[in-house]
């Protein structure tokens, strides 16, 4: 049997357990890249890349999203 394939992405609730603020403050950081971008997989799930959470965990004052040339140039 193949192994299972680890999920890439932390889910709402996974996001607000880490993140002590608001949807909105938590938006508002999102739109100025202090916060990773938020993913729309379809009407009513939203999800957040792993690797962008845990490295704003790492460093929430020093944290910048990357930019999109950045992340696929």
């Given at each position: 049997?193949?192994?299972p394939i680890a999920c890439?992405?932390?889910t709402s609730a996974?996001?607000?357990a880490k993140?002590?603020?608001s949807d909105l403050s938590?938006?508002?950081l999102e739109q100025v890249g202090r916060f990773p971008k938020r993913i729309k997989i379809t009407q009513r799930k939203i999800v957040w890349r792993k690797d962008e959470?845990?490295?704003w965990e790492a460093d929430p004052e020093g944290y910048?999203?990357?930019s999109l040339e950045a992340?696929?140039?």
């Open positions: 049997m193949a192994e890439k992405f932390y996974e996001v607000s993140a002590p603020f938590q938006w508002r959470v845990d490295a910048r999203a990357p992340a696929h140039g």
